[in-house]
């Protein structure tokens, strides 16, 4: 696992399994920074479910299943949606998944988040930390945050990536004005990422039908 994470931040680049292709890994994953608060955060919460919307070059997913292997027991597993993996990626997430050795820990969904996060509240699924690193547009992020709230427990953690887009931002803005949910880190920005840390509310939704705080 350590192996795989420190080839891939030092050379950057992979060549695909499926199609010899070869891929520029940085900035479209995250950092190996994010990718470390990330692991931080699944380790702090005890978390053993956890799901990310957008596997990409898996960056992210490789630090959270390093994260679920230091504190959780063979119940942990890692749901990874991405409906582009096999056309935009050509599998590399996977195959990097595969090379650490942390295949059968994750579960990838090749679906748009707003098909696959309903499709999961459905099979009654339930997660103690989430990542967030999909479709960037407000639209898309909102509504996989409005489904995230449902998806993950009570006061879990919403781990928010490209933070420094105004969308992503005023998207996440909602759920603290008008949600409860409170704003727990904010990273230090720089030109390709900046990460936040949502916790969702612990107390059930009560507002009225007219609730509304701008945001
Ligand atoms: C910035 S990349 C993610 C990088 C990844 N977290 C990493 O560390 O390598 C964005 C990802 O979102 C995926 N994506 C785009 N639209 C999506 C949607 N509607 N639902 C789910 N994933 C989506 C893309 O296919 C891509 O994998």
Redesign the pocket.
Known sequence: MRGVIERLARDGTAVARSDGTLHS?FP???SVAE?EALREWVLREGATQTI??????????LHVCEGLLGSAGPTARHVA?????AT??SNC?LQFLDEAGVAGLVEHRAE???I?LPRLLGEDRSFHLAFV???HRFD?VFLDLVFLGRLVRAGGIVFV?DYQLPAVARAASFFVTNLGWTLEEVSPADDFHQWAVLRTSAVPDTRPFDHYVDF
């Not at 990310?52 to 997913?61: F, H, K, P, T, V």
């Not at 949606?81 to 993996?85: C, G, K, N, R, S």
């Open positions: 890994i479209v994953a995250a990718g990310e919307i957008g596997l990409g070059y898996a960056i992210s997913a949606i991405d409906p582009y993996q935009r990626f997430g748009e988040s707003q696959a690193d999909g479709n898309g990536d």
